[in-house]
Each structure stands twice: as C-alpha cells, then as structure tokens.
C-alpha cells in the first residue's frame, strides 16, 4: 500500500485516510482457525459485523488467547505514535512487537469487540465480535425402577440434561454468528456403531449444537451366562460372554468429543434459537437392563455397571469442539435370582445410582 501522497493537502490526506481505510478488514492470525476456533459469518445479512467463535480455554485446547491481525495496512500505519500513523486499535490486548496484532482472551465467557479506527475522528473502519463460548448444565436422575412380570424383569433408571449457552447475547443479538442449522459435518467417530443398538454414531447428530453422551460399561457375571441365557441386544454388549467380569465398552479418550452414546438425536432438543427454549439444550436417557427369568438359579447374581458423561458439542466452520464440562452420572443396576413359593425370578438387589462415575 503507498503512504500519502507528497504535498497532499489536508482534504487530499483526509481522502486518501479514508481510501486506505476502506480496504482493512481483521482476520485470524497463523493457527486460529481450525485451532481454537473460527471465523462465521454473521445471520445478519444488512450491514453484518466480523465474528469469531471460540470455546472457553480448556485442556485440549490450552491457548490462552485468539490472536488476530489487521489486513490492508502497513504496520507504521496503525502504529501508536508513528508519523504515518491513520488508524488504531480499540479493544483487545497488545501482541508486543506486532501493531499489526491483537489478542483476546479465552479464560471466560465473554463477548469481546476489537474495532479499527480512524485516528483522526475515532470512527469505525471494522469491528470484530469475539465469541468465547460455553454451556453449562445440570442432571437429574430418577430412581431406579425395577418392574417384573411372567417371563422377565427388567431395571431402569431415567435421566434429564439441560444446557444453557452462555454469553446469552449469542443467541439473542441481531447481529450474531450464524450457528443456526443443521450441522455440515459429521462428528468424531461416526464410523463406529453404538454398543447396544448396533446404530452409526453417524446418526447422534442433527444440529451444529449438539447434547451428546459417553458411556463405559461393566459387565459382572460370576454365574457364567452364555450371550445365548442374555437379554437379545443388536450390538457387541455380550459378544465376549461368557466371562466373570467384562468391559465391552470404555469412555473414549479423555479429549475426545466422541459421543459413543449418541446414535439417535430423538432424545436431544438442540435448537437453542427455538423460541420455547431460547439459549437451552437438553438431552434424556432411559438405560435399562433386563433378565429372563428362565436364566439362572436361586442365589445367582449378575450386575451392570452403566456410566455416562454428558457434554455439548458445536460446530464451528466444519469443526468439532467441546463447550462443556462433562457432567457425570453412573447406574448400577444390580439383581438377584429369588424363590418366591413356586416361582422364580430376578429382583432388585440394591442397584444404586448417582451423579457421578465412581465404584466402576
């Protein structure tokens, strides 16, 4: 870009200020996107402001700042004191040794606006919202409920997530990045089937916002029943049965957002600009486990250790990202073959639960 013209006049500089300004715009700095977050274009299709997206800092992505940069300028020309300085930063942090730069925060939730200004008059040139992102949430469980008839009895426990997005602003601004819709891509791990209904986990999704689920599983048969004597299941749960003890599924590694509990979005509202649940997802489960009563004798046991981790995941330009703590919750549903005069059948043998994922 050339600097002023030599022997401009004052209307000729403010000119060619105003030139120079026209063809700035901010972009993510080397390793921001598809890093730490993205660049979205706005829902706001009149006038629409710059917008990048970034979960809160967290483990598997520990930068502690996007960076972004100033196109279309010299460095002198947004440097602080420069005498061929035009324009200037507001907002953001200083990327030392860089006027070009600016950094923002990732440590909290936050909005944060980062504006290029004339120098001379302080008006806008362009203007970024930066989105640091993230949803909290609560479960609440049911009690366990066991329910018996002729042939089997059968143990279930239900559980409730809801998820509010914050900031609120996100999804109740006019000029907001469009997170609408549905998602584009599929998310990790869609290749591999369910543990029990044998389902893609292709299938978990439907919106970029997504209330998803881990799970790891425990199976406990002292008595040696073969798949054969099991409750009939489409997936791998009981392929390696018979065996005292069994872990036929783990959590996936601990930086994954791989929902391998999540083949079927019927149970997930994940449309938080729905305006019967603005900036809110939730997601259920019902796990239950089941017995023959023809299976076994009097004084057998058997125990299924179900633990599960709930979070919410969001595209962002293609990208898959974590934007919650896992919320655990495990159940423990444990029988007991009994003799009830001539008959026999599986009881509650003090299953428990609980909102965590201890005693596995």
Same mark, same amino acid.
């Given at each position: 870009m050339s600097l002023e013209p030599e022997g401009a006049q004052t209307d000729g500089l403010e000119k060619w200020t105003y030139a120079v300004a026209s063809q700035v715009s901010i972009v993510p700095d080397t390793g921001m996107?598809?890093?730490?977050?993205?660049?979205?274009?706005? @829902?706001? +299709?009149?006038?629409?402001?710059?917008?990048?997206?970034?979960?809160?800092?967290?483990?598997e992505i520990p930068d502690d700042y996007v960076i972004l940069k100033a196109v279309g300028l010299n460095a002198d020309e947004i440097t602080a004191n420069d005498p061929r300085q035009i324009v200037e930063w507001d907002g953001g942090e200083?990327?030392?040794?860089?006027?070009? @730069?600016?950094?923002? @925060?990732?440590?909290?939730?936050?909005?944060?606006?980062?504006?290029?200004?004339?120098?001379?008059?302080?008006?806008?040139?362009?203007?970024?919202?930066?989105?640091?992102?993230?949803?909290t949430g609560a479960c609440v469980l049911g009690n366990v409920i066991p329910v018996e008839d002729a042939d089997v009895t059968s143990m279930s426990v239900s559980a409730v997530t809801t998820w509010k997005v914050y900031p609120e602003n996100i999804i109740t601004d006019q000029d907001i990045p469009d997170l609408t819709g549905v998602n584009i891509t599929l998310p990790p791990g869609y290749s591999k089937k369910h543990i029990?209904?044998?389902?893609?986990?292709?299938?978990?999704?439907? @919106?970029?916002?997504?209330?998803?689920?881990?799970?790891?599983?425990?199976?406990?048969?002292?008595?040696?029943?073969?798949?054969?004597?099991?409750?009939?299941?489409?997936?791998?749960?009981?392929?390696?049965?018979?065996?005292?003890?069994? +872990?036929?599924?783990?959590?996936?590694?601990?930086?994954?957002?791989?929902?391998?509990?999540?083949?079927?979005?019927?149970?997930?509202?994940?449309?938080?600009y729905d305006e019967n649940g603005v900036g809110r997802l939730a997601s259920s489960d019902n796990p239950t486990h089941l017995m023959m009563n023809t299976t076994g004798a009097v004084g057998d046991v058997f125990e299924m250790r179900d633990h599960f981790k709930e979070f919410v995941r969001l595209e962002i330009a293609k990208k898959w990202y974590r934007v919650s703590d896992p919320l655990e919750w495990r159940v423990h549903f444990k029988m007991k073959?009994?003799?009830?005069?001539?008959?026999?059948?599986?009881?509650?043998?003090?299953?428990?639960?609980?909102?965590?994922n201890d005693g596995f």
């Open positions: 996107s598809g890093v730490v977050g993205d660049m979205i274009l706005s @829902k706001k +299709t009149e006038n629409p402001e710059l917008h990048f997206v970034t979960p809160k800092k967290t483990i200083e990327v030392a040794g860089e006027p070009l @730069k600016r950094k923002f @925060k990732r440590d909290a939730i936050s909005r944060q606006i980062g504006e290029i200004r004339i120098k001379n008059d302080g008006s806008s040139v362009v203007k970024i919202n930066v989105w640091t992102v993230w949803v029990v209904s044998n389902q893609p986990l292709s299938g978990g999704v439907n @919106k970029k916002w997504d209330a998803s689920r881990q799970i790891r599983i425990k199976v406990l048969n002292p008595n040696g029943y073969s798949k054969a004597q099991l409750p009939e299941v489409d997936g791998a749960l009981f392929d390696d049965q018979p065996k005292a003890e069994d +872990t036929p599924e783990q959590f996936p590694d601990s930086s994954s957002i791989e929902g391998n509990d999540d083949s079927n979005p019927d149970d997930e509202f994940n449309n938080p073959k009994e003799k009830n005069g001539d008959t026999e059948s599986w009881k509650n043998n003090a299953s428990d639960k609980a909102l965590n």
